[in-house]
Nanobody
Framework: VQLVQSGGGLVQPGGSLRLSCVGS????????MGWFRQAPGKAREGIAC????????DYRDSVKGRFTLDYDRYTSTVDLQMDNLEPEDTATYSC?????????????????????WGEGSPVTVGS
């Protein structure tokens, strides 16, 4: 199993970025996936998650209404569209996957349970 990320970079406050995570070597319908972020000096947090096979979606309160998950089960791709970015969104963003029947709520709150991780994409929001 591999998760390959793309996207990220520097953006001004109020701007948008799109992160992409393409999985290979697994059946999307058997996995739950999520996006996590970690800012310097802070704990990793789940921000946007999909339950197994994309059946449910959950977002952290701080990103609701600004971030949107977009997935394609046939290509095992999970994108994160980030709009109206704020300086507080500055972090390294990573996608992750777990082969289990779990809800999106569980994924976002249990980063340590994830089986596979992408390489991480730095996102910096500033002028």
């Amino acid at each position: 199993v591999q998760l390959v990320q793309s996207g990220g970079g520097l953006v001004q406050p109020g701007g948008s970025l799109r992160l992409s995570c393409v999985g290979s070597g697994f059946n999307f319908d058997d996995y739950a996936m999520g996006w996590f972020r970690q800012a310097p000096g802070k704990a990793r947090e789940g921000i946007a998650c999909l339950g197994t096979g994309g059946t449910t979606a959950d977002y952290r309160d701080s990103v609701k209404g600004r971030f949107t998950l977009d997935y394609d089960r046939y290509t095992s791709t999970v994108d994160l569209q980030m709009d109206n970015l704020e300086p507080e969104d500055t972090a390294t963003y990573s996608c992750a996957a777990i082969k289990a029947i779990v809800s999106s709520w569980f994924i976002c709150r249990n980063a340590s349970a994830m089986h596979f991780w992408g390489e991480g994409s730095p996102v910096t929001v500033g002028s």
